[in-house]
């Protein structure tokens, strides 16, 4: 649930509530306020979160082109490619971010890293603003394996200590 502060004759929602405790300020991750004898929550951090990802496919045919790959899209869902040309739910509820209310996906970014088969799509070891749908895909054209195995990370801009990461299994295998 965002918080929201009026500056002059505007409502600005806040992305983080922090505290100062000593010299240092700490993130909050809810607020809540005492109505009565009630205490209403009036503002929960926006919760990341991440399961392992898995995409595979296997195809008895060794001249098949098999193409596989996982994308975060700016709506926070997460979604795999089999070879069926179309882009599906990784699972049912898979999203990486519970609401998206009063900010955007490019306050966000994503990191993948690993090692095998290097996926096409945005570099490996870097950071990229989730402003756009990022997607890394693998194609096997031939007879074989192509397996890439890593980390995918997701963080906040402003509040980096609020990350999440999941294993990650990208696999297309033909005629093997």
Not at 56 to 73: K, M, N, W
Request: aromatic letters at 10%.
């Amino acid at each position: 649930m965002p918080i929201e502060t009026k500056i002059g004759s505007a409502w600005k929602t806040l992305d983080t509530v922090e505290v100062k405790i000593g010299s240092a300020w700490k993130s909050v991750d809810t607020v809540e306020v005492k109505i009565g004898s009630v205490w209403k929550e009036v503002f929960t951090r926006r919760a990341l979160a991440l399961t392992a990802l898995d995409s595979s496919f296997y195809d008895p045919t060794p001249a098949y082109s098999s193409t596989v790959g996982i994308r975060l899209l700016t709506t926070g869902d997460v979604e795999e490619y089999l070879s069926s040309s179309t882009w599906t739910a990784q699972n049912s509820g898979t999203e990486w971010i519970n609401d998206l209310t009063g900010v955007s996906a490019s306050d966000y970014e994503c990191y993948l890293s690993g090692t095998g088969t290097t996926p096409s799509g945005p570099a490996l070891n870097t950071w990229h603003t989730i402003s756009a749908t990022q997607q890394w895909t693998i194609t096997r054209t031939t007879a074989g394996t192509s397996y890439f195995s890593g980390t995918l990370q997701i963080r906040e801009i402003a509040d980096t200590a609020n990350t999440v990461s999941a294993g990650v299994t990208i696999h297309a295998s033909n005629g093997v």
